[in-house]
């Protein structure tokens, strides 16, 4: 049995005063992001033994798995394709300005797309086949997978096949995905309560 292990990257500048980066791509970790990225190390380091750290290509992520790796003693890969979902022309807005679009429906969020930028499903298409190929080529091995909050709710979405009740987890979040004999089972929540007002990635 194969063990993904999805974590959603430390406190950016971005989450501290909850605004859409205009940088998404060159955001920092905040000091208390850098000390939630060592506690995951320790978290990961007591519980599983990964063969490798990828991330999305964002600095907040690489970031954060680079201090996981270097905990564990582990290598690093990027995956572009795990990146956060962009959000258009709400970039440089509040987390809260999306309650102010005509167009949004809470109901049904994953099908919302900010103007000019993307939907959770169509981030589920392009981050949902790098899952499968990293369970493909990792069939037996536990790997981390540092992402965003939007990812990682859109994973969830493609591992269980349903949009109701897919988890945000907070930062630094972890969710664990088995898979055998090319199915994966149940996610489950291994640290990091739902919080659904963490809108940015």
């Known amino acids: 049995m194969g063990r993904l292990i999805l974590i959603r990257h430390a406190e950016s500048e971005g989450n501290a005063i909850r605004v859409f980066t205009t940088t998404p ?3 920092d970790l905040t000091n208390l992001g850098r000390r939630q990225a ?3 190390a320790a978290s990961v380091k007591e519980m599983f ?13 690489r970031e954060t798995g680079r ?10 890969e990027i995956e572009a394709d795990l990146r956060e979902r ?25 099908l919302w797309r900010p103007k000019g930028g993307e939907s ?11 899952l499968d190929r990293i369970a493909a080529r990792h ?21 269980t096949g349903s949009w109701e009740g897919a ?15 090319g199915r994966y089972h149940p996610p489950r929540v291994v640290s990091g309560e739902p919080t659904e007002k963490e809108a940015g990635g």
């Open 25 to 27: 791509e060159s955001l």
């Open 139 to 159: 069939r037996d091995e536990e790997i981390v997978i540092v992402s965003h909050g939007g990812v990682m709710r859109s994973l969830w979405a493609h591992v």
């Open 49 to 61: 033994q990964p063969a490798k750290v990828v991330t999305s290509t964002f600095k907040r992520a």
């Open 167 to 181: 988890h945000i987890p907070p930062n630094c979040g972890i969710v664990l995905v088995e898979h055998s004999s």
């Open 86 to 110: 962009d959000v258009g022309e709400l970039a440089g807005q509040s987390y809260d300005s999306v309650l102010n679009d005509p167009g949004y429906e809470p109901k049904l969020s994953w």
């Open 67 to 76: 201090i996981i790796a270097e905990a564990i003693g582990v290598p690093t």
């Open 120 to 130: 959770l499903v169509e981030v589920m298409g392009r981050a949902g086949p790098v």
């Open 38 to 40: 060592a506690l995951a």
